[in-house]
Each structure stands twice: as C-alpha cells, then as structure tokens.
Nanobody, 119 residues
Framework: QVQPVESGGGLVQAGGSLRLSCAAS????????MGWYRQAPGKEREFVAA????????YYADSVKGRFTISRDNAKNTVYLQMNSLKPEDTAIYYC????????????WGQGTLVTVSS
C-alpha cells in the first residue's frame, strides 16, 4: 500500500490560504486515485477532494468546492491540496489516502496534518 506522510498544516486566519502536501512511498503511486479527508474535533472523518491517477479529473465535497484545489505530481510521488478562503469550520486534521469507489479511502492512513483557522 501507499504510505502517506502529510505536511503543510498550521494556524491561519480566516480568509487565508494553506497548501498541504502528501508524500507517498509506494512504487505504484502513479497508478492510484488519491484524495484528501479531514476530521474536525468531535466530528466524523469526511471526504474533501480526490484526483484521478492521471490528474485529469478532480472531485470535491460541496463544503470546499470553489475554495480548495487538489493536484498531484506523480514524478514526485506527491499530492497537494491548495486551500484558499479558509473558514473556521475548515479546522481539522487533514489526511490523504488512496481513493476507491464512492470516494471511500482504501489505503493506509498517515498521521495527518492539523489545520487551524482562526476567526
């Protein structure tokens, strides 16, 4: 399985931006659809965004559509999440994973990276 390592989280004011990175160690990284998920305090983990193995298509949760952009660089075995116009409700631990049907995660979980958005 792909072994993800997330980074790039931090504290940002509402309206600001952050760029998250997910490094995956699997030799077949470029064969997987990849996605981002998040878990806010006291809430269930939820799907955020996904990008196909070729980078040709992407999908977003309604809550982040128009604000977040997912991308990937297969040569670097890295997936990115550009987060703009951040809101306090975006505060969560963000994880990346291999994406299966219905945006379900099917790979290994990393430790995640914490994003905190202040009002």
């Amino acid at each position: 399985q792909v072994q993800p390592v997330e980074s790039g989280g931090g504290l940002v004011q509402a309206g600001g931006s952050l760029r998250l990175s997910c490094a995956a160690s699997g030799r077949t990284f470029s064969s997987y659809d990849m996605g981002w998920y998040r878990q806010a305090p006291g809430k269930e983990r939820e799907f955020v965004a996904a990008v196909t193995w070729s980078g040709g298509r992407s999908y977003y949760a309604d809550s982040v559509k128009g604000r977040f952009t997912i991308s990937r660089d297969n040569a670097k075995n890295t997936v990115y999440l550009q987060m703009n116009s951040l809101k306090p409700e975006d505060t969560a631990i963000y994880y990346c994973n291999v994406v299966g049907d219905y945006s379900d995660p099917i790979g290994a979980w990393g430790q995640g990276t914490l994003v905190t958005v202040s009002s």
